[in-house]
């Protein structure tokens, strides 16, 4: 199950997560300036979308960074727990207490919304177990000056009373992240979050020990224990303690390092309060002359409906970026302080760059971010050679980055209500199988769905799952419309693969990371717009979801590696000792989004201040990335799975891999190679495919 334990996020190399969200939690990508409202439109992020990840969002935002030291791991503690305990017999209790849902239930109306008193039945229950948290945090103690041996290291694993210490602190991150999503301004949810940042604190510095002691042993110690086939089942787990080259820091550090983490997570609790609260949106008049508040929705549709001609779009456009053009140096203060603070925090682990340290806490090779970025820039002209068809089809004279959703025939998907989307998720996922379905359905029907918009609910949509004791929790925020379905099968993609991960892995390995997770996701949009493409009504019906899916990888692969850039550059301007100025990263990111859209396209200057409103950039280091390289990876495994049935076996086996092996070994489980270069064809002989589809029919 997924009882990780803050002993291992000390015991476990990489437990320091810079800007990373908390680990089972996955938010959904940040969608282009001017593309489909689904998925985040535009990246307006709440408070609830730091977590969501990756490992992920913004419930725990700021309580996620306040521990942010020790959250990657997880650990127990007490004697060689016997077999009537421990890590599997409880993974066991908690796998027997699942609902099984019958297609009869399926059935009837769903769930919609999230009930926080499944977790906590009031206040008083959650603060009690705030108080014990607090109280049993230097239980750990007990192992100090011990763990020099197997039987001290396994006994400190599968330790029963620091496994339910682990249980109560996965119970409340999820129960202060579903607070805040709701509603972030809401009392008890701020004091929730207070109490659960405080017991935390004291949680994660009770551990300080666990690494510098075991690493002080010499490397030969070291490979002989952790070679011990006692410690086999968490092997993995292990790895990076047989590092020779690992940075180890003092119990004093990591305790500082924990302390100043809370003080630091202001920064992204400023960016986010000051984005999402204070900066308020404008009134925008209709051509019809009534007004309204330029709202995400109320921005997605008027960039998607074909009622405002290019002249009112661009006004828009325009009002948009005006938003927060005026604060363009407030908001690059707060990137810099975010920003120079990962990057002390590398230097301080003994890395030469941020990326480097990034990419050693998630066991990938850093030039992997650059393989996917050169791929990203070979998709580019024949993504210009998309826009110059769509331009041609919609008689546009002048074509802006703001026209590019527009509808250019006239199919127009039907309003759907909630039940039915799920239902064409549904009957698209099937292809991945009946085990697959039915983890499907008992998660979709389970109540742990939250649907629909509200006045105070966070944007966006994400899955979380903390702890392997429950069924994993999804976020919506449904519109009402058939497109939202893609959503809807990205997001349960998510929830899918923590399930599988949680009933077939041990604690230590149920928490698949961002750079796995968002294959699963994405694999399942894959399907999905396949499924669609495969049953359209008519010819347009036909092209449009051809251009949807060609807008798919638009926004996961060419704008994710556009914003990987921009970020990039920005670390490397503050790791070279310069300053970040609001001047210089205008006209950085003007350049490259000019770059992305091509000649047809047009893109003005003010566009250039777009950078501001990823709140990824803020929350998450080195993130975005990891969508693009998911989308590809996922076309593979779909191209496979689609020509071989055998290869849906080989993925469901990924899926319930969980975290138990290096991202890349994972990956190869489903048969795809992350460092072969025909993986990255496979994607790009699909997406020139749909392109030539589109241009052809």
Known sequence: MRKMKRIMAALLAGAVLVSGSFPGAFPCRVMAAESEQ?????????LGDILNDPELSGALKELIVGFLTALAGSGDDEAAVGPETGPDVQKEEADAQRPEKTEEEFAGPLPTEWDP??????????????????????????????????????AITEDEEILELDSIYYRAAMYTQMLTSLDASDPWAKQALARFQEASARYMMGSAFVEPEIMAL??????????????????WSYHKYVDPDRVTLSEETIQAETLLDQAMSHIQSAY???????????????????????????????????????????????????????????????????????????????????????????????????????????LMPKLHEYFAAQKEMLGLEEMG??????????????EMPYEDCVKLGREAVKFWGDEYIDRFDSIITSGHIDVYPSDTKDTGAYEMQYGGETLPYVMFNFDGLMDYTSTIVHEMGHAVYSEFSAENQNMYYSMPGSYNQEVASTANELIFFKYLIDNASDEDEKKYWIAREITLFFNTIIWQCVLAEFEDYCYKTIEAGNALSAEAMNEKFYELIKNMYGEDILVEPYIGIDWARISHFYIYCYYVYKYATSL?????????????????????????????????????????????????????????????QFVEQ
């Open 38 to 46: 689904d998925l985040r439109p535009a990246a307006e992020y709440n």
């Open 117 to 154: 008193t499944e977790l906590y039945a009031d206040e008083d229950a959650f603060n009690a177990e705030m108080d014990y948290l607090s109280e049993h945090a230097y239980d750990v103690e007990k192992y100090r000056g011990t763990l020099n041996n197997v039987d001290a290291i396994l």
């Open 218 to 235: 010499p490397l030969s110690e070291r490979e002989k224990i952790f070679s011990d086939e006692r410690l086999e089942p968490y092997a």
């Open 272 to 378: 986010s309060v000051f984005d999402n609260v204070d900066n308020k949106r404008p009134e925008i008049t209709y051509p019809d002359g009534t007004t309204g508040t330029l709202t995400d929705a109320a921005y997605s549709n008027i960039m998607q409906s074909n009622e405002y001609d290019h002249d009112f779009r661009r006004e828009a456009n325009i009002l948009r970026a005006s938003i927060r053009e005026p604060y363009q140096n407030t908001y690059a203060e707060l990137l810099a302080g975010e920003m120079k603070r990962n990057w002390a925090e590398a230097q301080l682990h003994g890395y030469d760059s941020t990326l480097e340290y990034i990419s050693a806490r998630d066991d990938l090779d850093p030039e992997l971010f650059y393989q996917i970025i050169e791929f990203s820039h070979s």
């Open 401 to 414: 980055s703001y026209d590019i959703s527009i509808p250019f025939n006239e199919y127009e998907p039907p």
């Open 632 to 692: 590809t990876f996922a076309t593979a495994i779909c191209n496979k799975a689609l020509e071989d049935e055998g290869e849906k076996e080989n993925y469901l086996e990924y899926l319930k891999a969980g975290d138990s092996a290096s991202p890349e070994d994972l990956l190869r489980i489903a048969g795809v190679d992350p460092s072969d270069p025909a993986t990255y064809e496979t994607a790009k002989d699909y997406f020139e495919d749909l392109v030539d």
